[in-house]
């Protein structure tokens, strides 16, 4: 830097800037400073990216989840609907109505599949049907029984399990390429499969894999259990250390819980000694190289297609396997390399809802060209039902337009009744003041205690029906209320006082200056604010509960004072089911309810844009 | 600059002259023999000063498609104070805040042309914002403490560009600062309270002494009293006089009067264009430029 | 039978406005200009003297005639209903009424039987006493305004402070929702206080009313040991501080960078994602906690080698804390935004980054703002529902660590009242007693935060 000429600083004044700022010293600092600046400006990025990642994160898993859902299989089984069996004196209804559909099912579907006998197999296959076949059957022989009698087949919807097989959920599988020529040993009961070829050595070695990985997770819970045992240890050891300083009733205290951490002991221990004798077997089996290995449930299980039959594997070493047949074979000649196959279903049978029979009995009728993917209608024009296959939001939806013409016809009147008075006419004194704290207050309590309220004053008090939309609608009318009125008077203090002047000045009164001046000119604002407020109510759940909107109800409602449930309950409902499917149908009800949400916020936005004026 | 755009802007300004001027007949008899004309237009009437601390060379400035100043050239001298005067929206608030480059605040603004400290160009890609504005303060128009102490107010600038090691340092260069602005005594014994709480003119002198702790060289000054009283405005111009001994100033004023007591050069902007410049005295007594006549005879403005 | 009347004074009320209006026309002859006041107002008049106080009866009569008779009721078989309690006694009376009107029946005797044949009578006579009464007055109110309509009435006045009466009743309904709070969770937390004294429910370290009373459906005193609320304040205190340690520095981070660095394009998209996560409703926020971010913690924690609920506090934690993300980002963009330009650029010509402008001007200045929207959010996250039901524990623990369960209030609340109740049982009133100490809460707290904002406002200007 060079030094511009200049007198000298003047004595006792700060030192000029020209070197200080330029210093060294001084760069150094700006460098930091500037590091700083980044890091901080980097953590506001971050911030925004995190707020995105999480909505991407939560929408991609709905999304992800509610796809499956959407479809549907059914199968086509022969079913006998002729006049003949089913009414044969042609006495009409009543009897339609009394005839076994059960029956028809069951028959139709056992005609497919002449190889199953014993009970227990008949009832898995019976289980791959939805129970409600049945009634869909009779529904449709009531409903048009011209078409329906005399119908040889009839789709039914599939059980919600065999319907995940065909949507690929229930478990990964391997096939396995043969290369040996293989020679079954009969072709029913228990027979044996042997190959000249190793091809059964690759999947010895998975199953060994298999029993490894479930040594670990042994392990694993084992060091678990030993770490709570420790930890039970010390506190009795804490315990007996502070009891002699305590009173009597700690004493006592003290001693039933030493008591409870002993009995606790005694279950660890064995646990422990249970988990030590089972790891020790598994890590056995999964080490020894080459033996017959049992295939147990705990394992994957092995199938394998040979001379149009399916055999399940029941031990299995390199070179052969031993199993029952399941389905029957044609012939016991044997197959050459590559026209028999091995397939393996990676998740041990105990831990799929669908058993190797089911999977197979699926596949033949897959092959049979029976199964059918279709939309899937049921999910939304039934109501709920504990069946998963069964189950549908039509009943939820009607639930919530029926609430939310309730909220909207008690709110919306009101709210701009009551922002009206309160913005234009309302003198400001105590009174008003303390009205406005009060609506101001009211936005901010949390939903469900005005649940309670409806609990406490609404059915208690007034005896309206529980469940019921008009109850429903009228707490949630009671908290949308503070929104509509802010907004609203936020919408009328919009208006320029000139309007009001000008109506005023040629002999308006003032309510009919506010009618039929103002009011126009703040709707669209009240508008957006009330849909924004709607928006709000269709998506709230705590309140709803409070009042008994949770009840199962399988009927759709057709009046506003028959028991029912709304979208966001019924989400809350299914959320609570295991089944798979379940899960699926909640993403897909998530779904349907943030598409409702959507276009009502878009709406409200189109509607400020539209008709939003600048004064 | 091509010379053909500076053939036109003086025949613009001819131009303007013209209209603005009615009373005129004819607009060459408007300069007074003995003058210089400068490239691009404007009327020097002196020699430029001793020492020059900032110089500006062909400034333009645009907000987006809007030209708000033309071909200004304008040296600053060292340790006086320089005053820029002209009606309102003539520029001068803009060239200003050229020089600690405050307009890097506004989106649309762009500048083109050469402004250096010392040497520097200070729009050079290199340079350090940062480190211009601790060497180039600003006092704004409407006084604006922060929210903090009287204290906490002055030893910002100090803290942030780390000037004092240790606490006592701290209180020295806070001392000073408020001594050099004549607000010391006002406010010794109550360094803590809110420099909020200060009078109008006090805030301003304040924001004086917050401006003189990071030790400038230059402090710029955007109509510093149009926001005060006329006894808290007389303070603040006896502090910009004492200022003048260590710091150069430079200071935009709708006031003539003000411009006439307290600066030694004079500059004259009007609509964007930089008319006349030169010691105060001159530009006061025996303006060249007729528009430069009318405004301070009150024609306009 | 009450909407039936309804209906009629509905159609009373619209005929009446078209016949008032004819009749104001009728009168006034050929100059209209005469009338003071315009036709319409004259139909409203008319209309309003004809149905309102028969509305007005309708409405009160209906109210009155269920208590009044079940009164009456009662009194005729007194000395059989001494013996019966209080919920028996209702018992008795709902499938009397069921027998006479048709509904759920438990079960029937001789003594219902007659008592649901007196219910029959009383309300056949009532609604008849009714339906005379209220054709009277509509029939005396029409005649009353027909008879005086004439040019001169000011009926536009009489209708205008009819309207001004409507609006100012709509404005009541506010205070009378607040009123209506405040009573009921009072009156039914008094109940419950006279139960369990009320220094076992505000310090007791036990929480489990499930367990209070020896056998289902005996009416036996309840245990005061296991009805503690403090492990209940406990969870939600710690459930609401982790959702703040995700949502206080995202929020405000986010609100600062989009305030004062973002450019345009990048708050046009960051502004709606904010909304969206805004208007998710909770109940999906629940279910996402529920499927994926519990799971995920539990399978984390294991293979580290920790022990992790499958309710974890941080599950339920976090997924609230995303929740409040947008509220405390939009409250603090308002409040930083409102710091003026000029404080900014002051900092600036002194030499400071953006960042030693907002960490040592901005912020400071907006802080009471800032702290306020944090008390908000808190009070906000306090009185959540739906993500707690769904992703925390239900059983009392007293805990700092986070994968651990814990239960909050609102989840406490939820689980007594959903299913059957008893209304008179400790456990359906423990629910009232927990609402009212999270009204209070969170009304305190949406207080403070007002104050704090109030306080410090003249900070400058």
């Known amino acids: 830097m060079t030094d511009v000429a200049a007198s000298p600083p003047a004595a006792g004044a700060p030192s000029q800037g020209q070197g200080l700022h330029t210093s060294d010293a001084a760069r150094k600092r700006l460098k930091a400073r500037y590091a700083s600046e980044a890091r901080f400006k980097f953590f506001g990025i971050a911030a925004v990216l995190t707020a995105a990642f999480f909505l991407v994160l939560l929408l991609s898993t709905i999304v992800g989840q509610a796809i499956p859902a959407f479809n549907q299989h059914y199968v086509t089984i022969p079913v006998d609907l002729s006049q003949e069996s089913l009414d044969p004196n042609n006495e009409g209804e009543a009897v339609l109505r009394r005839v076994d559909y059960d029956a028809v099912v069951r028959n139709g579907l056992r005609s497919l599949f002449p190889y199953v006998e014993s009970r227990g197999d008949r009832r898995t296959l019976g289980g791959l049907v939805s129970s409600g076949s049945a009634v869909r059957i009779r529904q449709a022989v009531l409903d048009d029984p011209d078409a329906t009698i005399g119908q040889t087949s009839f789709a039914v919807p599939l059980d919600d399990v065999a319907d995940l097989y065909f949507k690929g959920q229930v478990s990964e599988e391997r096939f396995v390429e043969t290369t040996g020529e293989a020679s079954p040993t009969g072709t029913e009961g228990t027979i044996q499969i042997l190959s000249t070829a190793n091809d059964f050595r690759d999947l010895l070695a998975d199953v060994k894999d298999f029993l490894g990985e479930q040594a670990d997770e042994v392990e694993r819970e084992l060091a678990s259990r030993e770490r709570s045992l420790e930890r039970a240890e010390i506190d009795i050891v804490s315990y007996r250390d502070r009891m002699p300083e305590e009173g009597a009733d700690r004493r006592e205290f003290f001693e039933d819980q030493v008591q409870i951490l002993e009995r606790g002991i005694n279950g660890l221990n064995a646990n422990i000694r249970d988990l030590t004798a089972e790891l020790a077997d598994l890590r056995a089996r999964s080490t020894a190289a080459g033996a017959d290995e049992v295939l147990t449930t705990e394992l994957p299980s092995i199938l394998v297609e040979i001379n149009g039959g399916v055999v399940k594997a029941s031990s299995i070493n390199a070179t052969a396997v031993e199993g029952e047949v399941i389905v029957p074979l044609t012939t016991t000649a044997a197959a050459s390399g590559g026209d028999w196959s091995i397939r393996e279903v990676v998740l041990p049978e105990r831990n799929r809802k669908l058993d190797d029979r089911s999977l197979i009995y699926l596949d033949q009728l897959a092959a049979e060209e029976r199964v059918e993917r279709q939309f899937n209608m049921i999910f939304f024009s039934s109501g709920a039902s504990r069946e998963a296959e069964l189950a549908g939001i039509w009943g939820a939806v009607v639930g919530s337009f029926f609430t939310m013409i309730v909220t909207l016809s008690l709110a919306f009147p009101l709210g701009v009744a009551a922002a009206i008075y309160l913005e234009e006419f309302a003198p400001k004194n105590r009174l008003t003041q303390l009205i406005e704290v009060n609506i101001n207050n009211l936005a901010a309590v949390p939903s469900i205690v005005f649940g309670l309220l409806g609990l406490a004053v609404f059915l208690n008090t007034f005896g309206l029906p529980r469940s019921a939309p008009l109850v429903g609608g009228m707490v949630l009318a009671l908290m949308t209320l503070p929104t509509i009125i802010i907004a609203s008077r936020a919408a009328l203090r919009a208006v320029p006082p000139s309007i009001r002047e000008g109506a005023l000045g040629v002999g308006a009164s003032k309510l009919q200056t506010v009618l039929h001046h103002v009011l126009p000119l703040a709707m669209p604002g009240i508008l957006t604010g009330t849909i924004i407020g709607m928006a709000q109510a269709l998506g709230e759940t705590a309140p709803l509960l409070m009042i008994g909107m949770v009840a199962f109800i399988v009927d759709i409602p057709s009046t506003p004072v028959d028991p029912s449930t709304v979208l966001p309950v019924q989400i809350f409902m299914w959320a609570d089911f295991p089944e798979v499917l379940f899960r699926q149908k909640t993403s897909a009800a998530i779904l349907v309810l943030l598409a409702f949400l959507v276009t009502m916020n878009a709406l409200a936005v189109i509607l400020r844009k539209r008709f939003e004026r600048r004064w | 600059m091509s010379t053909t755009n500076v053939q036109d802007a003086a025949q613009d300004m001819s131009q303007q002259a013209e209209t603005t001027t009615a009373h005129e007949t004819a607009a060459q008899s408007s300069q007074a023999p003995g003058s210089d004309v400068a490239p691009g237009g404007t009327t020097i009437t002196d020699a430029p000063p001793d020492v020059i601390k900032m110089k500006g060379r062909n400034v333009d400035v645009f907000y987006g498609d809007k030209q708000a100043l033309f071909d200004v050239d304008l040296d600053i001298g060292e340790r006086q104070v320089t005053a820029l005067i002209g009606p309102s929206g003539c520029g001068k608030s803009t060239f200003l805040r050229c020089l600690n480059r405050m307009n890097d605040t506004i989106d649309i603004a762009r500048i083109e042309g050469d402004i250096t400290l010392g040497e520097q160009d200070i729009y050079d890609p290199h340079i350090d914002v940062v480190e211009l504005r601790a060497r180039v303060g600003m006092i704004f128009q409407k006084p604006n403490p922060f929210p903090k102490s009287i204290f906490e107010n002055i030893a910002y600038g100090p803290r942030i560009h780390g000037l004092a090691d240790t606490k006592t340092d701290l209180e020295e260069i806070v001392v000073t600062s408020l001594q050099k602005a004549g607000l010391f005594e006002e406010v010794k014994d109550r360094l803590d309270a809110p420099g909020t709480g200060l009078s109008g003119g006090q805030q301003q002198r304040l924001c004086i002494a917050r401006a003189i702790a990071t030790s400038p060289e230059v402090l710029l000054m955007d109509e510093p009293c149009s926001a005060l009283d006329p006894i808290a405005t007389a303070k603040v111009e006896e502090l910009i006089d004492e200022l003048r001994e260590n710091f150069t100033v430079v200071i935009v004023t709708h006031s003539m009067q003000q411009a006439a007591r307290v600066s030694q050069r004079t500059a004259f902007f009007h609509l964007g264009i930089l008319v006349e410049v030169g010691a105060t005295d001159q530009i006061f007594t025996n303006p060249r430029d007729t528009r430069t006549r009318d405004y301070i005879t009150g024609r306009f403005g | ?461």
């Open chain 3, 1 to 461: 039978m009450f909407w039936l009347l309804f209906l009629a004074l509905l159609l009373v009320f619209a005929a009446s406005l078209y016949i008032g209006a004819q009749r104001s026309r009728q009168v006034a002859g050929p100059n209209t200009h005469v009338l003071h006041s315009r036709p319409s107002y004259h139909g409203g008049y008319l209309a309003i003297m004809a149905t309102v106080p028969a509305l007005g009866l309708l409405i009160i009569w209906s109210i009155a005639q269920g208590p009044i008779i079940d009164g009456m009721v009662v009194g005729q078989f007194s000395d059989e209903f001494e013996a019966l309690s209080l919920p028996e006694r209702e018992a008795f009376l709902r499938d009397a009424r069921a027998i006479a009107f048709g509904g759920i029946v438990s079960f029937t005797d001789e003594l219902k039987e007659a008592a649901a044949a007196i219910y029959e009578n009383l309300y056949r006579i009532s609604n008849m006493a009714m339906t005379v009464l209220i054709a009277l007055l509509v029939i005396v109110g029409f005649r009353r305004g027909y008879s005086s309509i004439e040019p001169k009435r000011r009926t536009r006045h009489f209708v205008e402070r009819a309207v001004m009466i409507l609006l100012i009743a709509c404005s009541v309904v506010a205070i009378f929702t607040t009123v209506g709070i405040v009573l009921s969770l009072i009156f039914e937390s008094i109940r419950f206080f006279t139960m369990i004294p009320i220094h076992n429910f505000l310090f007791g370290l036990h929480w489990s009313p499930q367990s209070a009373f020896a056998g289902a459906g005996e009416v036996v005193d309840a245990n005061p040991e296991v009805f503690g609320a403090i492990p209940l304040i406990a969870g939600t205190l710690f459930i609401t501080f982790i959702a703040m340690l995700v949502a206080g520095p995202v929020g405000l981070f986010a609100a600062i960078y989009l305030s004062d660095y973002a450019s345009n394009t990048v708050r046009a998209v960051a502004k709606p994602v904010l909304e969206v996560l805004a208007g998710v409703p909770t109940v999906v926020y629940g279910f996402f906690a529920a499927l994926t971010v519990a799971p995920f913690i539990r399978n984390s924690g294991e293979g580290l080698g920790l022990d992790v609920s499958s309710e974890s506090a941080l599950a339920a934690g976090l997924v609230m804390g995303i929740m409040i993300i947008p509220f405390v980002s939009s409250l603090s963009d308002d409040v930083i935004s409102a710091v003026p330009q000029s404080l900014r650029d002051g900092s600036l010509a002194l030499g400071s980054t953006k960042s030693e402008t907002i960490r040592r001007v901005v912020l400071p200045a907006a802080l009471p703002g800032i702290v306020s929207a944090m008390i908000l959010a808190i009070s906000r996250a306090i009185g959540e529902t739906m993500i707690v039901v769904m992703a925390a524990g239900l059983a009392d623990n007293l805990t700092i660590n986070p994968l651990e369960a814990v239960t909050p209030v609102t989840v406490q609340i939820v689980t007594l009242l959903v299913g059957d109740q008893e209304f008179d049982s400790a456990k359906t009133l423990a629910a009232f007693a927990l609402g009212l100490l999270l009204f209070c809460v969170t009304l305190t707290l949406n207080f403070i935060a007002l104050r704090v904002v109030q306080k410090y406002r003249e900070q400058y200007d």
